[in-house]
């Protein structure tokens, strides 16, 4: 399995100290996205703060993606209360994950509440 792999990679570069970049987090945060293992993918992310990798809009992307395919709405939404988020310049693939994972969870007020925010942006 793709995620596996890549978080087992991962956690070996972490474990043997090898300094992480944007790519490897982004393509291990995309993998954990693909299999809706958005747990996996917000203790990668939450690595970050202790390294000096930085964050890109991939990466925060695929986050929201990975809880969106999780059916995690709540968690989804605060992603967007993280301040190293404020910098980035969200893109309509962010709200629509976002605004994605509401949906599926029949949370259709903050679903729209989003698309409002797309449309603003």
């Known amino acids: 399995l793709e995620w596996q792999t890549a978080l087992q990679l991962f956690s070996q570069m972490v474990e043997g100290k090898v300094e992480l970049h944007t790519i490897t987090l982004g393509a291990t945060v995309s993998a954990c996205e693909k299999a809706g293992q958005w747990e996996n993918a917000l203790q990668i992310l939450s690595m970050v703060g202790q390294s000096r990798v930085q964050l890109d809009l991939v990466t925060c992307n695929a986050a929201i993606g990975a809880c969106a395919n999780g059916a995690e ?11 190293v988020w404020h910098a980035l310049q969200l893109d309509t693939i962010t709200f629509n994950a976002a605004s994605s994972a509401c949906a599926a969870n029949g949370e259709w007020e903050r679903a729209m509440q989003l698309g409002r925010a797309t449309v603003q942006s």
């Open 73 to 83: 709405w709540k968690s989804a939404l605060q992603l967007f209360s993280v301040p």
